[in-house]
T-cell receptor, first 111, second 113 residues
Framework: DAKTTQPTSMDCAEGRAANLPCNHS???????VYWYRQIHSQGPQYIIH???NNETNEMASLIITEDRKSSTLILPHATLRDTAVYYC????????????FGQGTRLTINP | EAGVTQSPTHLIKTRGQQVTLRCSPI?????VYWYQQALGLGLQFLLW???????NRGNFPPRFSGRQFPNYSSELNVNALELEDSALYLC????????????FGSGTRLTVV
């Protein structure tokens, strides 16, 4: 079962920052937070991951709260091509190794 | 660097038939994961293979099976196809026990008629 809670849908204006929240209140100390996105009918695309520090790459920034119970994915300058379903996932490197996908957030970027 | 490749991209089968889907992981990746995504639904974990062994299995009937070869490529077999098996089947690969994310292929769209 997914261990994360995300809003079902969000809208954002093109060129603005898109901030996607995720709650993972039961996260364990050895679990990472991963973000993926899936553009219609394509394979999910890895965006970013983190353990406890904030992370940034060429695609996005990941802000993890100090208690690690929630995080926010930030797309700094959203474009129409960022319209997708965004999945927040917690995963341990122990045990089953699988990524468990929830329903995600359907982000729509409006022109 | 080549990504995860899956074949075929699309296929249509008749109920009761058998199908084999193939996946080639990124070079150096030892783990392969299979997921099923029925139309409009989420990704459901099917199988995880690592170093040639099945490591974990999702809540699917035994007619879903697979294997991983010495070169780490993998096959997913589905026997006695049912209409509800129509879905996008996604393969992903990763390094085992590393904090890197999976890399997914583009999937195989299976239609059962």
């Amino acid at each position: 079962d997914a261990k994360t809670t995300q809003p079902t849908s969000m809208d954002c204006a093109e060129g603005r920052a898109a901030n996607l929240p995720c709650n993972h209140s039961t996260i364990s100390g050895n679990e990472y937070v991963y973000w993926y996105r899936q553009i219609h009918s394509q394979g999910p695309q890895y965006i970013i991951h983190g353990l406890k520090n904030n992370e940034t790459n060429e695609m996005a920034s990941l802000i993890i709260t100090e208690d690690r119970k929630s995080s926010t994915l930030i797309l700094p300058h959203a474009t129409l091509r960022d319209t997708a379903v965004y999945y927040c996932i917690v995963r341990s490197l122990q045990g089953a190794q699988k990524l468990v996908f929830g329903q995600g957030t359907r982000l729509t970027i409006n022109p | 660097e080549a990504g995860v490749t899956q074949s075929p991209t699309h296929l249509i089968k008749t109920r009761g038939q058998q199908v084999t889907l193939r996946c080639s992981p990124i070079s150096g990746h030892t783990s392969v994961y299979w997921y099923q995504q029925a139309l409009g639904l989420g990704l459901q974990f099917l199988l995880w293979y690592d170093e040639g062994e099945e490591r974990n299995r999702g809540n699917f009937p035994p007619r879903f099976s697979g294997r991983q070869f010495p070169n780490y490529s993998s096959e997913l077999n589905v026997n006695a196809l049912e209409l509800e098996d129509s879905a996008l089947y996604l393969c992903a690969s990763s390094f085992r026990r590393r904090p890197y994310g999976y890399t997914f292929g583009s999937g195989t769209r299976l239609t059962v008629v």
